[in-house]
């Protein structure tokens, strides 16, 4: 009871909210950016079980803004690394971990018995997934996102008469057109802030009390210090939660993509390995697949800028059996950019492993 005293003061909350609290079974679906305040906020609460599902293991790159995680974890799979820091915040939390990926065939099995969904998975596959697994479950997923200095939250419930994640985004955007974290970059305390919006929704939703977003998306500009309450709506048209539905499983063609991917097999060579070709054959075919501002800020002789949105619009320039070496900010857009190739029929095109952070890493020239 001292422990949640200062909760259990809350006519609100009250003593039988603290129980209710003790008695939730959450899923968390990434321990990352998003997944560090809002799993910390859960325990400290008195959440009484949390399940954990992630991947992944402790990178440098990571603690500028997962904080859930510390230096002495790196190498180590983040959710040993959570599971140590939750259980000096609740001792007694009931902790379910899982290493490994989201995917439609474990979503059933992982989400059996929870109350609701907190997702701070980075990539659409998983939101896809679940937003599916929640509506079939008819339990709200609690929703965010971050890039650069903006933030979205919302709750998705058609269970409670709001939307889906689908309403919002009935497709799956085209690769690469929306840049990930590790490309465009992001503020370390802003997904703070969204993760422990995050937070706050799960426990007023277990709890019962005041009124959770369902059907309003709380958008957050962090430079400007400018909130904004966005209504979203049900899509009459929803493949998903409409009368109109044609999705009957986890198993489809957005969720699918979570654990099907399909560029396995893309050839790729070091930083290193690029600057000696270079050096043999200044006249290769490099393409930068980066932004406009990133390549004027820096560039590797003799590349070609060919923003990944605009790749499709110059098939023409290259032949299908000519060598063609890709790059981009860490290597994501251009593998990518070497899978739709590969789709066109394009055989000889090479990713360059870590892309132009590797090789400023490596101290190589530049342009």
């Not at 800028?305 to 060598?323: F, R």
């Amino acid at each position: 009871m001292e422990r949640w005293s200062r909760q259990t003061i809350l006519p609100e909350l009250g003593v039988a909210g603290q129980q209710r609290l003790l008695r939730a079974k959450v899923l968390c679906i990434g321990t990352g950016a998003l997944g560090s305040p809002a799993t910390m906020y859960l325990a400290a609460a008195g959440v009484g079980t949390l399940v954990i599902v992630d991947p992944d293991l402790v990178e440098s790159s990571n603690l500028q803004r997962q904080i859930l995680h510390g230096e002495s974890y790196r190498g180590l799979p983040k959710v040993e690394s959570a599971a140590q820091r939750l259980r000096d915040l609740h001792p007694d939390i009931r902790l379910e971990l899982h290493a490994c990926r989201f995917t439609p065939d474990n979503a059933e099995s992982l989400s059996e018995g929870c109350d609701l969904i907190v997702d701070g998975s980075d990539n659409f596959p998983t939101r896809f997934l679940t937003n599916d697994i929640a509506y079939f479950r008819k339990i709200p997923l609690v929703h965010a996102a971050v890039q650069r200095f903006e933030g979205q939250m919302t709750v998705f419930a058609p269970h409670r008469g709001g939307p889906c994640y689908r309403c919002l985004l009935p497709t799956m955007p085209a690769p690469g057109s929306i840049p990930n974290c590790a490309e465009s970059g992001v503020m370390g305390a802003l997904p703070g802030v969204m993760g422990s919006l995050q937070a706050m929704e799960a426990l007023k939703l277990i709890a019962g009390i005041g009124q959770p977003a369902i059907g309003k998306m709380l958008y957050y500009h962090s430079l400007t210090n400018h909130f904004r309450q966005i209504q979203l709506h049900p899509d009459p048209a929803c493949r998903l939660c409409s009368s109109h539905a044609d999705i009957t499983s986890v198993h489809n063609s957005e969720t699918l993509q979570s654990s099907t991917c399909t560029m396995n097999h893309i050839p790729s060579i070091t930083v290193q390995e690029l600057y000696q070709k270079l050096s043999a054959n200044p006249g290769l075919c490099l393409v930068d697949v980066r932004e406009p501002q990133e390549h004027a800020d820096a560039a590797i002789q003799g590349s070609t800028l060919v923003p990944l949105a605009t790749v499709p619009d110059h098939l023409h320039d290259w032949s299908p059996d000519q060598e063609i070496f890709i790059h981009c900010k860490a290597g994501g857009r251009s593998a990518r950019a070497c899978d739709f190739l590969q789709q066109q029929g394009f055989t000889k095109v090479t990713n360059i492993t870590g892309g132009m952070d590797a090789w400023i890493a490596a101290g190589l020239p530049l342009a």
